[in-house]
């Protein structure tokens, strides 16, 4: 196995998986394929895959149905891979649990990057979460060690371990859900829009003069709306996240 570890790609068009195969490989991973849903499934399973592209039109079962069922074992990155353009998709698509979304036909270059940029933001260490959060004590004649963790009214999450607690109870979140989090909280209340949060969940591979569409904006509502459902919140009386209407959102001041 490479270091990178195993890519695994569910597409039947034999072109499409044999294009996506070769940009993988040449990327550094180990490349496995699968040319329908069932078999995709157990293929992720057995390997233990690190990243998955997935097609949505599949023979058997489609895409969304499959990546529910990966969800269920795996925290694997996932791209969904597909040739329509309908905005409902991509929201099922992040909705169900996916990292990223490309529409058919897409760069070589363009799928290099985005998974390039997700390999470089690590899953949060569930196990790290369970533990308690302790600084070590200060030497004499040295500067106090600053704890990298923020909290916020009972919240707390740890970039280094990309763990995150609610009342001392661990919370598993996506990388994307994690990135957003962590942004608001260091944010420490400043509203961020909508466009810098899109850069947020898709990280370097946008520069700031990328231009950012409405399916991307939306795409940040979806992953906020999982956030709070995860996170417990009470929409009414927000505790952690507030929404700034036609603009963003904000962490949730004091009380």
């Known amino acids: 196995m490479t270091d990178l570890g195993v890519a695994v790609v569910v597409e039947d068009d034999e072109d499409v998986r044999n294009l996506v195969e070769a940009v993988l490989s040449q990327a550094g991973f180990e490349v496995h394929s699968a040319a329908g849903g069932r078999e995709g499934v157990d293929v992720v399973r057995e390997l233990e895959a690190s990243v998955v592209t997935l097609d949505v039109g599949l023979p058997d079962i489609d895409g969304f149905e499959v990546l529910r069922r990966i969800r269920q074992f ?41 998974v390039g940029a997700m390999m470089r933001r690590p899953r949060q260490d569930i196990q790290a979460a369970l533990a ?28 280094e371990t990309r763990s995150v607690t609610v009342d001392g109870a661990a919370v598993s979140l996506t990388r994307s859900e994690f990135d957003l989090l962590q942004a608001l909280l260091k944010g420490a209340g400043a509203v961020r829009s909508k466009v810098e949060l899109v ?19 939306r795409a940040v509502e979806v992953h906020i709306g999982n956030l709070r459902r995860k996170l417990g919140e009470d929409p009414v009386q927000p505790r952690w996240l507030q929404t700034v209407r036609g603009v963003g959102y904000r962490l949730a001041p004091e009380r």
Request: proline content about 9%; overall charge negative.
């Open 199 to 217: 850069r947020v969940v898709r990280g370097d591979y946008y520069r700031a003069d990328a231009y950012i569409s409405e399916s991307d904006e």
């Open 132 to 159: 308690p959060v302790t600084a070590p004590e200060p030497v004499p004649g040295t500067v106090a060690f600053q704890s990298p963790v923020l909290r916020h009214r009972g919240l707390e999450l740890n970039p």
């Open 74 to 114: 795996s925290d694997a990155y996932v791209v969904m891979l597909t040739a329509r353009t309908d905005e409902l998709d991509t929201l099922t698509a992040f909705h169900t649990g996916a990292d990223d979304f490309l529409a058919k036909p897409f760069r070589p270059r363009e799928l290099r990057a985005r």
